[in-house]
C-alpha cells in the first residue's frame, strides 16, 4: 500500500511563498502535483521523474513554482513563490509505478493519492 502525506499548505498575501512537501512511502515511482480549486477541474501543476533529473510544469505556474525531491528522506518538494490569488486550491500529490505516468502527464490517471492541504492565497 502506498502512502502520500502532503503538508505545509497554508494561508498567504499575494506575492508570497509556500513550500508543499509530499511524504511517500515508496520513492522509485513519478510524483506529480495537481490541484483542484472549488468549481474547477483538477490541474496538473508539475511532475518530477523518481531520479530528480526530469520536470514538467504547468504553464501556469512556470517560473513561480519548483519541484524537487529529497530521496535520503523520501519526500517530494513543491516550492512556490510569486503566489497569485488564482493559486489558490487544494493541493494533492499523486504516484504510479508506470511510466506512463510522466509520458501522460497530467492527463494520466494516477494510481495513489494523497489527502490534500489546501492553499489560499489572498490579494
Known amino acids: 500500500q502506498v502512502q502520500l502525506v502532503e503538508s505545509g499548505g497554508g494561508s498567504v498575501q499575494a506575492g508570497g511563498s509556500l513550500r508543499l512537501s509530499c511524504a511517500a512511502s515508496?520513492?522509485?515511482?513519478?510524483i506529480a502535483w495537481f490541484r483542484q480549486a472549488p468549481g474547477k477541474e483538477r490541474e496538473g501543476v508539475a511532475i518530477i521523474q523518481p531520479g530528480g533529473g526530469s520536470t514538467r510544469y504547468a504553464d501556469s505556474v512556470k517560473g513561480r513554482f519548483t519541484i524537487s525531491r529529497d530521496n535520503a528522506k523520501n519526500t517530494v518538494y513543491l516550492q512556490m513563490d510569486s503566489l497569485k490569488p488564482e493559486d489558490t486550491a487544494m493541493y494533492y500529490c499523486a504516484a504510479d509505478p508506470s511510466m506512463h505516468s510522466w509520458s501522460s502527464w497530467p492527463r494520466y490517471s494516477y494510481m495513489y493519492w494523497g489527502q490534500g492541504t489546501q492553499v489560499t492565497v489572498s490579494s
Open positions: 515508496v520513492f522509485t515511482y513519478c
